[in-house]
C-alpha cells in the first residue's frame, strides 16, 4: 500500500469478493435501469471500449445492438463472483469481450488505448474513485469519450437518510456509497471537458438521484 493510500484510508489491495451481492444482484429487475439509460451508454460504439465494472454483464445485450463493424470491446471485473456471470452473458448476446480481472484504480491497459470508456453504476462502489477517474483519464485517447450513468448523493432530508443509512448500505450492497459526489467529481477533473450531463429522477430511495453524461478527454494532459 502507498503512503497516499494510507493517508486516504484506501487499499487498492485489498481482496473484492462479495457472493451475496452478487446472487442478488441477479434476481433485480430490469425495470430498475430503464433501458434507455443503458442504451445511451451503448449509443454508435465503434473503435476501442472499455467498459469498467461489468459486473454480470447487463450492458452487453445493448452492446451487441448499438455497436459497429470492427468494434473491440474489453471490461474488467474485479469480483470472482460477478465474472462468471459476465462471460455466460457474453456467450448468451454474442459479444466477444476481453474480460479482465482487474480493478477501476489500476486499469492494466497503456496510456491512449481507447475510444470510449463506460461506467453504469460503478463510481459508487469503487474504493478509490479520485484514482479510478484518473486511470479513465489515462486510458482515453485524446478527445476520447467518458460516459456514465451513477447514482449520486441527494440534497435535503435526503440526503441526511442516505448519511444514516450509509455504513449499513455499504455492507450488504458490496461497498456501494449512497451519499457519493460523482457529479462535482467529474465535472472539476482537470483532464475532461463536460459534453452533457443530466440529472434523472429514477430509482428508490436511498438509490436516487441517478446522473448520466459524457466528458471527453482534453487533447492536452494537465502538467
Not at 470492427?70 to 452473458?89: F, T, V
Request: aromatic residues 8%.
Amino acid at each position: 500500500m502507498t503512503n497516499e493510500s494510507v493517508a486516504t484510508g484506501h487499499d487498492h489491495d485489498a481482496e473484492i469478493d462479495h457472493p451475496v451481492f452478487a446472487a442478488v444482484y441477479d434476481l433485480l429487475p430490469q425495470s430498475l435501469f430503464p433501458r434507455v439509460h443503458r442504451e445511451y451508454l451503448a449509443r454508435d460504439l465503434a473503435g476501442r471500449v472499455l467498459e469498467i465494472g461489468t459486473g454480470n454483464g447487463a450492458m452487453f445485450p445493448y452492446v451487441v445492438e448499438a455497436a459497429s463493424d470492427g468494434l473491440e470491446y474489453h471490461a474488467i471485473e474485479p469480483d470472482p463472483n460477478m465474472r462468471p456471470r459476465a462471460k455466460r452473458q457474453a456467450r448468451a448476446s454474442g459479444l466477444a469481450v476481453d474480460l479482465r480481472d482487474a480493478r477501476a484504480e489500476s486499469l492494466p491497459y497503456p496510456d491512449d488505448a481507447f475510444d470510449v470508456v463506460l461506467s453504469g453504476m460503478v463510481f459508487c462502489t469503487v474504493q478509490d474513485p479520485d484514482a479510478a477517474l484518473a486511470e479513465v483519464a489515462r486510458v482515453l485517447k485524446p478527445d476520447g469519450e467518458f460516459r456514465f450513468l451513477e447514482h449520486v448523493g441527494a440534497d435535503g432530508w435526503r440526503r441526511a437518510g442516505q448519511e444514516l443509512l450509509n455504513p449499513l448500505w455499504e455492507r450488504a450492497g458490496g461497498g456501494c456509497q449512497l451519499n457519493r459526489d460523482t457529479v462535482d467529481r467529474f465535472a472539476s477533473h482537470d483532464s475532461f471537458a463536460l459534453e452533457e450531463i443530466e440529472r434523472l429522477e429514477f430509482g428508490i430511495f436511498p438509490v436516487t438521484p441517478f446522473v448520466r453524461g459524457t466528458l471527453r478527454r482534453r487533447r492536452e494532459r494537465p502538467v
